[in-house]
């Protein structure tokens, strides 16, 4: 109890302190201004007295007449005048002074104290919307970072966290989210999640609902965006990546183009200064943010070319594909080489000496010279119909085609992970990687293709093309086709609507 009353007793004597303070302050202001209007009445006696005396004297002169007495008295008079109104002045603002003074004080008393009220009322109306709608909970991940221990500097307890994370795992992979994504989590009033919001760039932001009945009730939207098509168009200087970055800005829209239009443009060498390009591509934005998504058609003149085109059409089953103007698919059955070689160490050949035998035979393959590890993609999809040793091949791979083509993969270092007989293949999926098994002198890919069951050389052979548009279709892709063709040469009616995906 004693220290309750020194607290009480310290805080009385400070308040105290502080009042004797602002009386001293107010008496010395009040003694200031008492003492400049005293030194002003004594300034007016003495300027009085002086006047009077001189008055005096100009009266015992006899040489001096009435007039000019009566008008040296007017002057005097007025000077008086104008003297009574200069001390009025400074009295007045000296009165000013004094109440600006006292003002301030009482500011300076005041102000803590109105923002200590500021600050309550602030905090009383945030913990009233809490109340009524729940709290958010916003972060986002930095360099090294987990969604895990993210939530765990935000003061999230361990189990809620796996709790969550399980809930997700149907739709979102907690443990690998990208680098800078933001995040929230939204609470009811109740405090039970009910939200979390994942934002991995500024048009990908996906709303979560989040039930307590079941991870099959997850309900996922996706913040609606602004989608548009724009035309492009740009001539070769350089190369087409260097032309794309001058008209878009954009490495990834030359790589489309690229891929597109693989099986007819070797991009490397026969682009040639003066080769023109138009595309038709879907502009996603958001605000000030923007993001190129898919070719919709694409035209290439070329010197050394003839035009080529590319129109992308998906067809009422879902099947979508690039067509030429005719509805022929633009892709091969098959790739034009399994992998990224640096450089073909033997060719195919009905006689060639062994380097290991020692010994002149057929080589019915092609030997692609790769670094140890380098991926190595199926030419066309098929079914695999052996996955093993084999002898002289060392690791090796056998894939069925259609139309009675076999492709043959050996001396691979390992294979993709869980590739086995049966299994069903997509044109340029990873099957295995290079190596140097069986008899090898280095590492590399021997790659060999059979058509009706005999060898054939791969370099030489005329690719056949993929599926063309359905039949039952070819008057919804001949309109599309019109459509974007038109698009395509006049930019003024460039209205286009995106849709699907």
Known sequence: ?????????????????????????????????????????????????????QTKDILSEPSISKETLKSETREEVDNLDKLTEEISVEGEVENEVIKGIEK????????????MVAEEKIKEEKEKKEEEEGIT??????AGDTLYESLMKEGISAAEIL???????????????????????????????????????????????????????????KEDIDKKIVQLEGTIETS???????????????????????WQIDFLTECREGDTFKILVEKK??????????????????????????????????????????????????????LNYKYISSYFSKNRFHPILRIWRPHLAIDYAAPTGTPISTIGGGTVLFAGW?????????????NNYITGYGHLSRYAKGLKKGQKVEQGEIIGYVGATGLA??????????KNGKRVDFLKLDLPSASSVNSQYLSQFKETKEKLLDSLENIVELELTVEGK
């Open 104 to 115: 301030k004080i009482a500011v300076t008393e005041v102000t803590p104290i109105e923002e």
């Open 137 to 142: 909970i916003d972060g986002y991940l930095q």
């Open 1 to 53: 109890m004693s220290k309750k009353r020194y607290y009480y007793f310290s805080n009385h004597l400070f308040s105290s302190l502080k009042e004797k303070r602002k009386k001293r302050a107010k008496l010395l202001i009040i003694g200031v201004g008492a003492l400049l209007l005293l030194g002003a009445v004594i300034c007016f006696n003495f300027s009085t007295l002086t006047s009077q005396k």
């Open 163 to 221: 709790d969550l994370q399980e809930k997700l795992k149907s739709v979102v992979d907690c443990n690998y989210l990208p680098i800078g994504c933001k995040y929230s989590l939204r609470y009811n009033p109740e405090g039970i999640l009910t939200e979390f919001v994942y934002e991995s760039s500024p048009i990908d932001v996906f709303h979560i609902s989040i039930s307590d009945s079941g991870v099959e009730d997850l309900k996922v939207v």
């Open 441 to 450: 002198t280095g590492p590399h890919l021997d790659f060999s293709i059979s």
């Open 240 to 262: 087409l990546y260097e032309s794309m970055l001058e008209c878009a800005d954009s490495p990834q829209l030359a790589l489309q183009i690229a891929e597109i239009f693989a």
């Open 285 to 338: 934005q958001k605000g000030d943010f923007y993001r190129w998504g898919k070719v919709i058609a694409a035209q290439y003149k070329g010197e050394l070319l003839s035009i080529h085109t590319a129109i992308l059409f998906e067809d009422p089953s879902g099947h979508i594909d690039y067509y030429d103007e005719e509805g022929n698919s633009l892709k091969k059955a098959f790739l034009r080489a399994p």
């Open 390 to 402: 084999k002898s002289g091949y060392g690791n090796y791979i056998k894939i069925r085609h259609p």
